[in-house]
């Protein structure tokens, strides 16, 4: 580019040296004074040309060409200035230069941008997870002094944590920290150690946590720091307690399956006894009826044995397992009822009182279930109330609407329920223990002296029911125990339990009688030949079968004991049936067949006496038997 402009330069200074020539040639005839005077004028006309072409060319140019390069921020400008040799050559290279250092440092204030911007990124990474984190994170030295926390640690311990100079773990005592810190600087780790400990709330309510802390590195010599993390492990506490609770229901359950299938045994074997004491006693009444002495003494036996039969029903009714068996109840009669075992199995120092407010006091549920809710209930007023006091069981009805069933702790369905109030002049309850009350094994008796199952089953019974239950109670004042249960207009079926006189009478059927106990045996032949029946006993199976076999046509009907060793009842039943597929049977039993009655009774038993039973009973069930052909 210069070179071509130089040669343009020079075409226009040979242009004007030819024209001056020219000139001269035509003022030859001019004098030699002029022709001085104009040759000086024209030689520096000449000479100012020949500067200004050489600043042109020496000067403006480059200057153009750097002024093009740093307002284009380019260096193709002035790459040809690069190839010459004058002094811009050394001024285009420093711009060069320049512009490379320009490039280099905004790439490396760039990457700095770059840098930079990731190092926020991470640390409001780093940040969110540290606020965002369950847990209390806090950063501390030696002395415990606090330099950093999230806003977990604030909300977890109730207050504003501060990294202020004097500011310290508020929370734990100072000795038990400094124990953890040692427990870690003695390890000479770094990795986090775990350690259970209770912590303290502002609000002075402590709670179960879990704090690990772990040593920081320490960079040029800096103070040992610790970061502590915080975990409130309440729920997990109480999550392993459920767990405990759990296991030792499983337990519990397992006691008293073993417990029940233990009642069951023994009431079988007790029933037996009453069955022959009862007996015995019912035919010395009928037979003797006349000796007034005599018939006294067996009214005796039959109260004492009834009473031992209850008793046995009702261990029995505790100790059964199956579905509720929903009926309609007079919750007087059952009251009545449950008083009359209370004050025959509890402290009789204990005056019970019944108050009824009301003559409807029919609801529907499961008898055994709402009786044993009653007899825990007294129980535990009854053990509150060791050297005696007043148990006051009150009934009266009461109507639930929306606003007061919205009030009770747990839903209840407005409508007329029967109000149950069972109350006591006991120790009382304190509110920390009322809360806790229904709790399954929950108790405050000491080791061995409860379950804590009482007042849990309650519970259920009435929820299962649909009922409500709330306790009022003050230390010192006695306990209140309020139960509503749905009431119901229906009356229920009453049982006639009048005793029928038995006439001895002239018949010709005859009762096989197979009984493992001799004493049954005894008194139940002694019964049906009082009756006029003639009777035939066998205290084995094998041989009752044996008989049968050969007399089949002759017996009109047999009792057979269920439970029996060797050939059970089921299956002497199963093989007399073989013999006779018409053959009537009565099943006795001293254990509850509730749950097998409708199986037996469909597989062709005529009916089932429970043990003990009474002649009147007896008879009533052959004639039953008899009388359906």
């Known amino acids: 580019m210069i070179t071509r402009r130089y040669y343009k330069q020079l075409i226009f200074s040979a242009l004007v040296l030819s024209a001056v020539c020219s000139v001269l040639i035509l003022?030859?005839?001019?004098?030699?004074?002029?022709?001085?005077?104009?040759l000086l004028l024209i030689v520096l006309i000449s000479s100012f040309s020949f500067v200004i072409i050489f600043l042109h060319i020496s000067f403006t140019t480059p200057f153009r060409l750097i002024s093009e390069s740093l307002n284009t921020n380019s260096t193709d400008p002035i790459r040809p200035l690069l190839k010459t040799q004058n002094p811009f050559s050394s001024i285009a290279t420093l711009i060069v230069q320049s512009f490379n250092q320009n490039k280099s440092l905004l790439h490396e204030i760039n990457q700095r941008k770059k840098a930079q911007s990731t190092l926020k990124e991470k640390e409001s990474l780093y940040r969110t997870l540290i606020e965002t984190s369950p847990d209390a994170i806090i950063l501390f030295d030696e002395s415990g002094k606090i330099v950093f926390y999230n806003s977990t640690a604030s909300s977890l311990l109730g207050f504003e944590l501060s990294s202020g100079p004097n500011e310290h773990f508020k929370f734990m005592e100072p000795l038990q920290l400094n124990i953890l810190v040692n427990d870690v600087k003695a390890c000479n780790e770094k990795r986090i150690r775990a350690h259970e400990c209770s912590l303290c709330k502002a609000n002075g309510i402590s709670f179960p946590a879990e704090i690990s802390i772990s040593l920081i590195e320490q960079i040029n010599n800096e103070e040992t720091r610790f970061i502590g993390i915080v975990r409130d492990i309440s729920n997990r506490k109480e999550m392993e307690n459920e767990k405990n609770k759990i296991e030792q229901q499983f337990r519990a359950a397992q006691k008293m399956e073993a417990i029940g299938q233990l009642a069951g045994g023994i009431s079988h074997d007790f029933n037996n006894i009453l069955g022959a004491i009862s007996g015995y006693a019912d035919i010395l009444k009928h037979q003797y009826h006349n000796d007034e002495k005599l018939s006294k003494y067996a009214d005796m036996i039959l109260t004492a044995s009834t009473r031992a039969a209850d008793l046995t029903r009702k261990l029995l009714t505790f100790a059964r397992r199956g579905k509720l068996q929903f009926c309609a109840i007079d919750m007087h009669e059952m009251i009545e009822e449950t008083v009359d075992l209370l004050r025959h199995t509890t402290n009789k120092q204990v005056n019970i009182r019944c108050h009824y407010d009301t003559t409807e006091a029919v609801i529907k549920?499961?008898?055994?279930?709402?009786?044993?809710?009653?007899?825990?209930?007294?129980?535990?007023?009854?053990?509150?109330?060791?050297?005696?006091?007043?148990?006051?069981?009150?009934?009266?009805?009461?109507?639930?609407?929306?606003?007061?069933?919205?009030?009770?702790?747990?839903?209840?369905?407005?409508?007329?329920?029967?109000?149950?109030?069972?109350?006591?002049?006991?120790?009382?309850?304190?509110?920390?223990t009322q809360s806790k009350i229904f709790e399954p094994f929950f108790t405050t008796k000491p080791s061995g002296k409860g379950t804590g199952l009482g007042l849990s089953s309650v519970y259920?019974?009435?929820?299962?029911?649909?009922?409500?239950?709330?306790?009022?109670?003050?230390?010192?004042?006695?306990?209140?125990?309020?139960?509503?249960?749905?009431?119901?207009?229906?009356?229920?079926?009453?049982?006639?339990?009048?005793?029928?006189?038995?006439?001895?009478?002239?018949?010709?059927?005859?009762?096989?009688?197979?009984?493992?106990?001799?004493?049954?045996?005894?008194?139940?032949?002694?019964?049906?030949?009082?009756?006029?029946?003639?009777?035939?006993?066998?205290?084995?199976?094998?041989?009752?079968?044996?008989?049968?076999?050969?007399?089949?046509?002759?017996?009109?009907?047999?009792?057979?004991?269920?439970?029996?060793?060797?050939?059970?009842?089921?299956?002497?039943?199963?093989?007399?049936?073989?013999?006779?597929?018409?053959?009537?049977?009565?099943?006795?039993?001293?254990?509850?067949?509730?749950?097998?009655?409708?199986?037996?009774?469909?597989?062709?038993?005529?009916?089932?006496?429970?043990?003990?039973?009474?002649?009147?009973?007896?008879?009533?069930?052959?004639?039953?038997?008899?009388?359906?052909?």
């Open 27 to 38: 003022i030859k005839t001019l004098s030699l004074q002029s022709t001085f005077l104009l």
């Open 365 to 432: 549920g499961d008898p055994a279930q709402i009786q044993s809710a009653i007899v825990n209930v007294a129980v535990n007023a009854f053990d509150a109330m060791p050297e005696g006091g007043n148990f006051e069981i009150k009934t009266e009805v009461c109507q639930m609407n929306e606003d007061s069933s919205k009030s009770k702790v747990y839903a209840v369905t407005p409508g007329r329920y029967l109000k149950l109030t069972l109350k006591d002049n006991g120790a009382g309850i304190d509110t920390v």
């Open 460 to 629: 259920g019974t009435v929820k299962s029911h649909n009922g409500y239950i709330e306790v009022e109670s003050e230390p010192g004042c006695g306990a209140s125990f309020t139960i509503l249960l749905p009431a119901v207009s229906e009356l229920p079926s009453s049982l006639n339990h009048s005793d029928e006189k038995i006439s001895n009478h002239c018949c010709k059927q005859k009762i096989m009688i197979i009984d493992d106990e001799s004493s049954i045996c005894n008194a139940l032949k002694e019964m049906l030949s009082w009756m006029g029946y003639s009777v035939c006993v066998f205290c084995d199976g094998y041989e009752a079968i044996d008989y049968y076999k050969l007399h089949s046509n002759e017996i009109d009907l047999i009792i057979l004991d269920l439970m029996m060793p060797g050939l059970s009842g089921k299956e002497c039943y199963r093989r007399l049936r073989n013999i006779n597929q018409s053959v009537k049977v009565i099943i006795s039993s001293g254990n509850w067949l509730e749950n097998e009655r409708e199986e037996l009774l469909c597989d062709g038993i005529k009916d089932i006496l429970q043990k003990p039973f009474l002649s009147s009973q007896l008879a009533k069930s052959i004639q039953k038997v008899f009388g359906d052909g």
